[in-house]
Nanobody, 123 residues
């Protein structure tokens, strides 16, 4: 396994919750800041949340207070807890390194992208 493996997506009603998980190989995960990204149909990929190897976190303004990122370094796993979901959160969610706090994801890695996990929020 080289690419990250994301899971936990699904179809949920507005106001519901989902918890995404991402298992990454050591060379991707270890000592690197990790991020959750998303890409909605017809839109550019964007960074949603970022966590450093030490556990410092940032989330983009549109999900602040609703989403939380965490990581388990022993399991090479990063999580995204998503509460109070809205239809505009509908997207494919991916995890990867997030070396920069770059919300537009223009500086996102060019490699090691997984298949992502689909999140669909119905109104």
């Amino acid at each position: 396994q080289v690419q990250p493996v994301e899971s936990g997506g699904g179809l949920v009603q507005a106001g519901g919750s989902l918890r995404l998980s991402c298992v990454a190989s050591g060379n991707i995960f270890r000592f690197n800041p990790m991020g959750w990204y998303r890409q909605a149909p017809g839109k550019q990929r964007e960074l949603v949340a970022r966590i450093t190897s030490g556990g410092s976190t940032n989330v983009r303004d549109s999900v602040k207070g609703r989403f939380a990122i965490s990581r388990d370094n022993a399991k090479n796993t990063v999580y995204l807890q998503m509460d109070s979901l809205k239809p505009e959160d509908t997207a494919v969610y991916y995890c990867n390194r997030a070396l920069y706090l770059d919300w537009s994801a223009t500086l996102s890695p060019s490699d090691y992208w997984g298949q992502g996990t689909q999140v669909t929020v119905s109104s």
